[in-house]
């Protein structure tokens, strides 16, 4: 994806117009899903699917595979982190969502995902860290907002 696009859906992200919002969300999700290509993205619905199915094990070895062979494959990260953190292994769902922070600054699925994560093991602070960056990225996320409120609370 060309800079120029990538910085419109970003500023996108920040407009006043749930729609603009909207639209700018959705692209960016489906780059990152097909960011490997068809392949890429079959891959992590298979993976998806697993998981449906109740087949956590087989979902995360599919996961392992896919980011053995393409480390740059952030999404891959994140679905693996999005399965640790279903399955409360709050520590590695952190390593695999910095990971993803680390290949794609912006991802805000990340953000608030690490944000999730810290918050689960009482690290009230660095949730609050996690969830304004993800606020940066996408100032209208009133999940995120709701979030620092709560972790707030549990600092008091």
């Known amino acids: 994806m060309e800079h120029s696009s990538l910085e419109q859906l970003l500023a996108d992200l920040k407009q006043s117009d749930a729609a603009v919002r909207d639209r700018a969300s959705a692209t960016l999700w489906h780059l990152w899903f097909h960011q490997k290509g068809v392949y890429g993205f079959q891959q992590l619905m298979q993976a998806q699917k697993l998981l449906e199915e109740g087949q956590p094990d087989q979902a995360e070895a599919l996961l392992d595979d896919v980011i053995r062979v393409q480390p740059d494959f952030a999404e891959a990260w994140n679905r693996r982190a999005v399965l640790h953190y279903t399955r409360g292994n709050y520590w590695q769902a952190i390593a695999d969502c910095q990971k993803v922070i680390q290949l794609v600054p912006h991802h805000f699925g990340a953000l608030h995902g690490l944000g999730l994560c810290h ?12 969830f304004r960056q993800a606020l940066i990225v996408q100032p209208y996320a009133t999940a995120n907002q709701r979030m620092i409120l709560e972790c707030t609370a549990q600092l008091a």
Do not use: E, L, R, T
């Open 119 to 130: 918050c689960a093991v009482g690290h009230y602070a660095a949730a609050i860290q996690s």
